[in-house]
């Protein structure tokens, strides 16, 4: 059985997590003040995850850039791949919260989006 | 001259929770200045995920948590002034201000909130030897150029601090490609919230040094490297711990300053502890009718406590305008102290027959404390002794006050919180 101490990122409290493990099952999970720690231990233990967020080009905007966010979590060890996606738009404005820049960015099901309003110049 | 029943300094998040909040309580004469050129304040430039989870239940960036707010200022038509500066607050609350297409103009407010926010530590105030090149930023200018300027400040990063600017940076320059090489901190505790250790530095196999400082910073024209050593417990660097880094670029994330400039003029009283106006249960600084919330008041870790904070601020800030900004008068005023590695308290004095029936008072530790217990004190009796896994620096505390355990005591002068080991 393996034992994996952790510090929840679910919320700004940053629980410490003990958990206990074989392959996918988990034997128990401690330490956690609510839902988002129990999830957040599996998840983190078996596939981790996490939001990217970042700034794109703006063409033809009041600002030269805005900012996004992946729309949901991706693994780990895609946020690169993410970040080189990312750098390669060129927004057109106007951009409105929400706004797909990128459309299931690298494979991983989830948009990226925008994040911060950029009217037309 | 221009007048206004409440004037608001800063719009920020601070100054557009005070304003929603205030025309939602029936005032509508509201004025924001701000001196940016868009309203939303330091959120503009902090696009990372975290914001929100208390206020909306969600996971927001904060342009997103801004937006929340800016889209209310816009629906309910409260009127804001952008690019505009404060330069003078006086204790009859007359606002002095300029832009460039009104320049200089005054106005005359019944109830003025300061949300002006807070400013970074500079180099010059942490006496760091060695040269005076270029490529040494405070963590929070090298977020403004990366993340609105579109700009790398440098390739190669050290960081002195670990407050949670300085961890978010040591992640966004590592997505933009650079190397950040450490993170020294000279306390034995890092300043940040713990879940930016593990998702900003741990995540990227950043190390962080504690109780580490910068002894020297080398280049000409350019920083070209940065030695740290560690601290003893005197805070002074061991001979012999010295580390040379090869780099571009220092960022400094050592904390977080309330800018009271306008407060002190206008002749707020500031408390020492916090840099941060003195205020009462209403959160009513010594001036009737000046008012203060969000990181002017003492600087915050979480932007939810900010627009909890400023929404109360505005609800009394209307309140004072609707009685006819009149003094109110009457009830004893209790003292709130802060002891035994407790620091200071958010508010300072309370007025047990103006309160809210439930009063959150905030408050920060002097150091990290595992198994303690925050205990609250009724002149000499304990009357809350409440026990907490852990308690550091970097994060806020509070207690909640009843006004019915209040009311019981109508001798009661001082309310004192302090941390007991049992």
């Known amino acids: ?121 | 001259m221009t007048s206004y029943d409440i004037v608001i300094v800063g719009g920020g998040p601070a100054g557009l929770a005070a304003a929603v909040a205030a025309k939602k309580a029936g005032t509508d004469s509201i004025l924001i200045i701000e001196r940016d050129k868009e309203l939303g304040g330091i959120l503009n430039q902090c696009i990372h995920n975290g914001f929100g989870l208390h206020t909306f239940k969600e996971e927001l960036t904060g342009p997103e948590y801004a937006y929340r707010f800016i889209e209310q200022v816009f629906d309910l038509g409260i009127e804001y002034k952008l690019d505009t500066m404060v330069m003078d607050i006086s204790t009859d609350k007359v606002v002095t201000a300029m832009n460039r297409t009104d320049g200089m103009f005054q106005i005359k407010a019944g109830a003025v909130i300061l949300a002006m926010g807070c400013r970074e530590r500079p180099r010059g105030a942490l006496n760091i030897p060695g040269y005076r090149p270029a490529g040494i930023y405070s963590a929070g200018t090298a977020q403004r150029l990366v993340n609105m300027e579109g700009y790398m400040p440098g390739r190669e990063v050290v960081i002195l601090g670990s407050g949670d600017i300085g961890l978010i940076m040591a992640r966004r320059m590592t997505f933009e490609g650079a190397i950040v090489k450490v993170v020294a901190e000279l306390m034995p505790f890092s300043g940040g919230l713990k879940r930016n250790i593990v998702q900003c530095l741990d995540d990227y196999g950043i190390p962080l040094k504690l109780s580490h400082t910068v002894v020297d910073i080398e280049g000409k024209e350019r920083v070209s490297a940065v030695t740290i050593a560690e601290v003893g417990p005197d805070m002074k660097p061991i001979p012999g711990t010295e580390e040379r880094y090869t780099c571009d670029t220092l960022l400094l994330s050592t904390g977080l300053i309330p800018e009271n400039e306008l407060s002190r003029n206008a002749g707020v009283s500031i408390n020492p502890v916090t840099s941060g106006p003195i205020v009462n249960e209403i959160l009513e600084t010594n001036i009737p009718g000046v008012f203060a919330c969000g990181n002017v008041l003492h600087v915050h870790d979480l932007v939810d406590y900010v627009s909890e904070e400023a929404t109360r601020a505005g609800e009394n800030a209307a309140k004072y305008v609707q009685n006819g900004c009149k003094e109110q008068e009457g009830g004893h005023v209790i003292q709130l102290k802060a002891t035994d590695g407790a620091r200071y308290t958010v508010p300072c004095t309370i007025n047990p027959e103006r309160m809210d029936d439930l009063l959150t008072v905030r408050f920060r530790v002097g150091a990290v404390f595992s198994n303690a217990y925050v205990s609250v004190y009724f002149d000499d009796e304990r009357v809350m002794h409440k026990k907490k896994k852990i308690m550091a620096p970097g994060e806020m505390e509070q207690v909640i006050l009843q006004k019915k355990k209040l009311a019981e005591k109508p001798d009661l002068k001082t309310i004192t919180i302090k941390i007991e080991a049992e």
Do not use: W
């Open chain 1, 1 to 121: 059985m393996e034992k994996r101490n952790l510090t929840c990122i679910g919320c700004p409290m940053g629980c410490q997590i003990t958990v206990e493990f074989e392959g996918e099952e988990f034997h128990s999970i401690k330490g956690n003040s609510c839902a988002i720690g129990d999830r957040y231990a599996r998840q983190e233990v078996l596939k981790p995850e996490r939001t990217v967020t970042s700034t794109v080009i703006v063409i033809g905007g009041a600002k030269e850039r805005t900012s996004v966010k992946t729309k949901g979590n991706i693994p780990k060890d895609k946020i690169f791949a993410c970040m080189d996606e990312i750098n390669k738009v060129r927004a057109q404005a106007p951009l409105k919260i929400g706004d797909v820049v990128v459309k299931d960015v690298c494979g991983t099901g989830v948009d990226v989006i925008v994040t911060k309003n950029c009217e037309i110049a």
